[in-house]
C-alpha cells in the first residue's frame, strides 16, 4: 500500500548512503564507525538503556495505584501498540543511516537537525540530574559498610536524654534521607549551600561514568556485562528473601488484587502511556546511536520485540519483589503499632503480660469500650490497619531511600542487603546513563562544534566535566526541589514533542515506503501490516494524545511542590508550598528550549540559506557583469 | 498490755506501707519481661522482688557511698498483676524519714544497667516512671566508614582511567610507527630506481591548472 501524503524532500539520495554502498560498505568493513564486538553487548547496552530506576520505583507504584493486576491491560496494549513501534522505527532508521540523532535528521532532511539537537539538550539535561541520584545512591552505599545502619536509629541529642527532636517527630530513616543526605531547606529560594560529602559522592559518580565511556562502546560494550546483568541477580536474590519473610504475600495480593473500574479512569491509561514510553528511553538519540553500529542485515525487527518484551517482565519482576519487601515493612509497622496499642492497654490497667494477644485485641477493645468509655477514649490509642500501611508504598526517592531502606533494617544482616540494593540501583542507573552520553557526545561530534580530530577521551570527558559542574545545583540544600522541577519539566514533554516529530519526519518525509524497501533490504522481508497501521497511525495518535493531555495538566494545575519544614503544622507530612514567580522562567527554559529548537533551527536554516542565496545572486550577477565588461574590452 | 505489744509489733509495717504508699518520694517501676525475654521469661515471684530490693540497695550504696544501706531500707507496696509496684527508700539513720526524690533518681541513673542486667532486660522492658534512661552514647569513629569506602572506589577508578588513557596513547603511537615503517620502506623502493617519476610515489602527479576542467565561469 503506497502512502499517497508525502512531504516533498529534494535531495535525499544524495545524503544518504545507498544500498549498494552499504553492501560495499559492510563487505569491507572499511567505515570509520565503531562497531560491536558481538551481538550480546549491543542487547545488553540497549536493555540496560531501557531498564533504569523507573522500572524499579515509577512501574510498582503506578501498578498498585491504578487497580494493580488491573493496570498490566493498559500497560501491555500501550506497551504493543506504542512502544514496540517506535523502538523498531528507531533501531531501523538508526541501522539504516548509520549515524547519530543530528546525523540521521540531517540526512533525512537539513531542515530536520533540530530534533537532533533537541534530543542532544534533553539527554544533556536529564543526564545531568539522573547522576545526581546516583551520587545519592552511591551516598548510601558508602554508608552502608557499618552496623548498626545509619538510618536504623535516631542520633542522641547533647545531654544524652533523648533523641533529636526531628527525628523523633518523623522517622531515623526520614531524618537520614532529609537532614543527613540532603540537608534541605524548607524552602527552594533558600539554596543553603553546596553539601560537601554529595559533592564527593557526585565527582564519583561522574569519574565512574567516565571510566565507563571513555572510549564510547569500546568501554561502554566491556561495562555492560557486569551493570546490565547484576540487577537481575540482587532482583532474585531480593525475591527469594523477601518471600521468606513474614507479610510479603500480603504485599504481592495487595499488588495485583485488580480494581477494573480503574479501566474507565483515563488518567490510567495516560500514565500507563506515559509510563510505557519513558521506560523506553525514546527520542533521547542513544538508541539511534547504538543502533547505527550494527552490521546492515541485523534483524533490527526481532531486536524491538525482544528488548520490548525483556523491559516489561523487568517492570513486572521488579514491581513482584518491591511489593514482597513493602508487604514484609507494612506487616511490621502493623504488628508494632498493634503491640503498642497492646502495652498501653496493660499499663493502664496493670493487666499481667499476655493477657491482651493480637487475635483477642478486638474483643477486648469492645469489652473496654462498653464498661469504661471514658477511659478508653482518654487513652488514644492509634488505629491500625493494613491497608494504610501498604499503600503507603510511594514512588520515585521516597521508594528507594526511605520506604525501602526501612524495610532493609528490619531484616537480619541489613548492611548486606543494604549494599546489594544500593549496588543494584547503582547498576540500573549508570547503565541508563550510557545511553544518555551517548545521545550527548555523538551529536557533539556530529555538529562539528569542536574540532574533528580531538580524541573520543575528550568529548566525554568534556561532556562529563561540564555535567559535573552543571549537576552541582542539585547538590544545594535546595537541591532535591531542582531535581524535581528537571524531573517534571525537563525530561516529559520535549521526549513526547520529539518522538512524535520522529515519527512524522521518518513516515511522511523520509517516506515510509522508502522506509519499507530499506527494511526488505536490511532484514529481508518487507514489514508486515502491524508495522503499516502502528507507523502511519496508531502510535502517531496515541502520542499526540498524550503529548495533548500532559501539556494541558501541566499547564492548568497550580505550580506546586512539597517540602520538608520541620517547623510546618503537619510535620512529618511534606508541606506543599506554591513556587516562586521566577519559576516559569525556568520552567520555560527547561521545556520550552528543547522543544522550540526543532521549528527554531529550521526556521533559522531557511534565513541563513535565503540571505546566502541572494548573496549567490549578487555574485553572479558582478561576476557576469565583469565578464561582459571583459568581453567588450576584448 | 498484750494490745500495747500487739500494736508495738503491727505498727512498724503498718507504718512503713504508710510511708510506701503516701509518699511523694516513690517511684514507680514496671517490669516488662514476657516481652523482653520471651520464651526465657522467668516467673515474678518473692524471690525475685528480693533481688530488686537488694540491687536497689546495692544502687544506694554505691551512690553515698554509705555502706550501710540493707534490704530493709528498700520498701515496696501497690504490687500488680502487671508486675509494676512502687518503692521508696528510707534512710539509714532514721526509718522514718525517706531519701529524697532526685536522690534515688540519681542513684538509679548512675547503676541503671548493673539494674537492667541483674535482671536481663533493658531500659525499654524494666521502666522507672519519671527517671529518663540514659542513652548509650552515639559511636564515633575515628574516620568515617564511608570515606574509607568513598577512597577505595576513587583509588579504583584513577587506576582505571590512569590504564585506559595510557593504553590508548600507547596504540597510537605503535599506529604511527607502523605508518613511519611503511613510509620509510616506499622511499627505498623508489631509491633503488632512481628515477625522477618514481620519486613521487604514490602522488598522483602534479596538478597543472592550466589544464584544469572544473572552471566556474564557463557555465554559459
Redesign the interface.
Known sequence: MKLKLKLPNPGLDERIPSHAELEKLELEEAGERPQWDNKAQYMLTCVGFCVGLGNVWRFPYLCQSHGGGAFMIPFLILLVLEGIPLLHLEFAIGQRLRKGSVGVWRSINPYLVGVGIASMLVSFMVGMYYNTIIAWV??Y???S??DPLPWSQC??NEN????VSECEDSSPVDYFWYRKTLNTTPVIEDSGGLQW?IV??L??AW??L??CC??GIE?TGKAVYVTSTLPYLVLTIFLIRGLTLKGSVSGIKFLFTPDLDELLNPSTWLDAGAQVFYSFSLAFGGLISFSSYNSVHNNCEQDAVIISIINGLTSIYAAIVIYSIIGFRATERFDDCLNGNI?TL??TF?????NITESSYDGFLQHLNSTVPAVFQDLQLKTCDMQTFLSQGVEGTGLAFIVFTEAITKMPISPLWSVLFFIMLFCLGLSTMFGNIEGVVVPLQDLNLLPKKW?K?VFTGLTCVVSFVTALVFVQSSGNYWLALFDGFAGSIPLLVIALCEIIAVVYVYGIDRFNNDLQFMVGHKPNIFWQVTWRFLSPIILLVILIFYFVTTVSKQLTYNVWDPDSDNFPTLKEVNYPSWISGIIFILAGIPSLSIPGVAIIRALWKHCSKDKEKNDERS?SGK?ASLNTIA | MLAGVLLLIFLPPLVAKDLCKDSQDGFKV?L????GLGDDAYEWNESEMFLFRSTLAYAMRKHSNQDTYTIDNILVCND?????FVFVVTSTDDPDQLIPKEQVELAVRQNKHRINNAFLLSDMTLEFMGI?P?????IIYDTE??????GV??GA??V??VA??MS?VSKKRRAKEKAAGLSEEDEGIVKENGTALSSLGRKEGVYNQAFSNDDR?TKL
Open positions: 552511591l551516598w552505599f558508602f554508608n559498610f557499618q542520633p542522641v544524652r536524654t533523648g533523641f560529602w564527593l559522592c565527582f564519583c569519574t565512574l567516565w571510566v571513555l572510549r568501554t502495652l496493660m499499663n496493670d493487666l499481667p503480660e499476655g580524541p577521551e561576476i565578464e | 514496671r516488662s519481661i514476657k516481652t500488680t498483676q502487671r508486675v509494676s529518663p540514659t542513652l548509650s552514647a552515639p566508614p564511608w570515606l574509607i569506602v568513598f572506589v576513587i577508578v584513577a582505571g582511567i585506559l588513557l590508548t565561469f
